[in-house]
């Protein structure tokens, strides 16, 4: 059996991935004779004696710096399993959160649980291994309350603007705390939950029409005829 690719290598489609009886073809991959070849451009890896490939369309990249919102999904004994929406799951380590514990005298389950919601920023990744996480800033936190709305990463940055003009502009109109992901999670929480269907509205608007011009103009509008009847 040979292997033609590193652990969590990009691959394209139809590239011959691995040759031989050994392995089966797994998700993102098909096989012809003793051959298996990437259906899709993601990340090759081996899963139970699959071969399979994780898509990326779509998904979110991690880069060194992003602020990032992510899902609790596993306490392992020394640290967390986050769910970035990323081709992989991020890892949190005890020394990385605003008050380091020591997991062997602490339940890690006692500070972040399964289903608990964080924003965090991309500590480390190179594609070798998954992305390391930090809570160590200003501003990264649990999450608690509020509402989740997920938008195409490529378009945050319209929904930041120039130097924050768009999101600091919704903010202000509506009274609501706002936390962008890079990763394409936002979180919303207001004392009206109108206002935070108006401000979900405002990021659908700014999805849809994101390549168009005015569009600060025509959020601002938006929010201003809601807010005043």
């Known amino acids: 059996m040979s292997i033609y690719f590193k652990r969590r290598q990009i691959v394209l489609p139809g590239e011959l991935l691995a040759e031989g009886e050994n392995f089966k073809p797994g998700e993102g991959t098909f096989k012809e004779g003793d051959r298996i070849f990437s259906a899709v451009v993601g990340l090759a890896e081996i899963r139970d004696s699959s071969v399979t490939v994780v898509p990326l369309e779509g998904g979110y990249i991690p880069k060194p710096g992003d602020t990032v919102i992510g ?8 640290y967390w399993d986050v769910d970035i929406l990323a081709p992989y799951l991020a890892v949190l380590n005890p020394t990385n959160i605003p008050k380091p514990v020591d997991p062997t005298k602490t ?11 964080i924003v965090a920023k991309i500590l480390a990744f190179d594609r070798t291994q998954p992305p390391m996480l930090t809570m160590k800033e200003k501003g990264l936190r649990k999450l608690e309350g509020g509402r989740l709305v997920k938008m195409a990463p490529t378009r945050i940055p319209r929904l930041i603007g120039k130097r924050g003009s768009m999101i600091n502009m919704i903010k202000k109109q509506t009274g609501c705390q706002i936390v962008i992901g890079q990763n394409g999670l936002i979180w919303i929480s207001g004392e009206d939950p109108e206002k935070e269907e108006l401000v979900i509205k405002a ?13 600060t ?7 201003s005829k809601k807010v005043s009847q």
């Open 203 to 215: 990021i659908r608007q700014i999805e849809r029409e994101a390549h168009t011009s005015g569009l």
């Open 107 to 117: 339940d890690l389950r006692r500070i972040y649980d399964v289903g608990d919601l």
């Open 71 to 78: 899902k609790i999904v596993d306490v392992k004994l020394n």
């Open 217 to 223: 103009d025509r959020i601002r509008e938006l929010i």
